[in-house]
């Protein structure tokens, strides 16, 4: 038995945000309904596509094993449906632009009286407060979180990240408040209202920085390259690709000069005389002018650089085995190529070929998270409007005449046989 089966969520989730989340629960066997806008779905269903008349990557790889029904919610037909679903789920979730969801005739008030047992997850882009009503995007929240303005190099501008930790990040916070807030049904029997805003969930990310702003008013930050031969203002700048824990680190080079042939290699007390072993400069080991880690700091620069010169005798996966050998902690900058062809990744899951009825076979990232009696199984996302029929048939409890009724009252759009003709 999967460990969230049982708990059904009505979807209203599109785009990123809301659709990670709700993967993840269906991953772990919620039954996750995504409502669709009839003719239009998500919209990231035609967004960066690469192959015509299918479901784009960016859709495919956020809604694995949901079911999608399609409802016109702004129908006095698909308003008394969507009431009929609020009373059967567990869960609704939802990210659109702040309050859709009241404009839709269903703010929590009335989800409640419906159904007080249902919990109400939304991701917003802010939190109250003087920028609550803004619509919001990926790199709106890593600006308006602290990641761009702690990202970067020192002389450079702000720079955003790859990872998506606005709307990736926000839907895993999320899923702990949805979560959470079943566990807290099960003893209260009441469902409550759960609000993961963006912004909070980039500062929560990015809370070392947050941590260094107040250093700041003790001194320098010794551990960030501006010290001790550059200058530092009453902000937490940008630290380039310094470790940021208490061990100095520095992505390096490594043989074959290409974009990712980089190492990232951290020197811990220890490691040093095993670096300047490999680097043949035993002589530095005891040094005094080098020994320590108060003697290293002001040069951190030609630290690296020494450790450079032996790391770019080696490919990258050659310095990760001989540093792991001794027991130095470092890490290969891997290309999603070299990701996306790890056997590793395949084995456990974390990368899966995941078979689609109009696509063929492609790659998504699997769940993340392993738990040792709920296997997670990855399958396609759905089409537009596949499972409508069904889930009127075995959520509502519609008979076939009603469920024909309903198609032809245009609540659900038009059907997929009628559009044809
Ligand atoms: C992401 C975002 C900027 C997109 O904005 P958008 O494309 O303009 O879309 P909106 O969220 O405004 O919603 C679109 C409209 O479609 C309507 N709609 C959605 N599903 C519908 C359905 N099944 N039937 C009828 N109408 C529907 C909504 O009610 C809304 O209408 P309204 O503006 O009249 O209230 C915005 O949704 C947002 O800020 N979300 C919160 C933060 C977030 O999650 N951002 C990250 C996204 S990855």
Known sequence: MKALEGVRILDFTHVQSGPTCTQLLAWFGADVIK????????ITRTQ?????????LYF????????SMTLDTKSEGGKAILERLIKACDVLVENFAPGAIDRMGFPWEKIQELNPRMIYASVKG??????????????VAQCTGGSASTTGFDDGPPLVTGSQIGDSGTGLHLGLGIVTALYHREKTGRGQRVLAAMQDGVLNLARV???DQQRLAHGPLKEYPQYPNGTFTDECPRAGNASGGGQPGWAVKTKGGGANDYIYVIIQPPGWAVYMKLCGREELIDDPEWATPEARLPKLDQCFALIEEWTKTKDKFEVMEILNERNVPC?????????????SLRATGTVVEVDHPTRGKYLTVGQPIKLSDSPAEVGPSPLLGEHTDEILGDVLGLSEDEIEATWASGALGQKASAAAE
């Open 48 to 56: 960066l596509r690469d192959i015509p008349d299918v479901d784009s």
């Open 35 to 42: 409502v669709e806008r009839p003719g239009v779905g998500d």
């Open 331 to 343: 890490g290969p900058i891997l290309s999603m190529k070299e990701l996306a062809e790890e056997p």
């Open 209 to 211: 920085k947050l941590r």
């Open 60 to 67: 495919t790889m956020l809604n694995g094993n949901k079911r």
């Open 126 to 139: 802010f939190g109250p407060g003087p920028y609550e009503d803004c619509k919001v995007y990926e790199n």
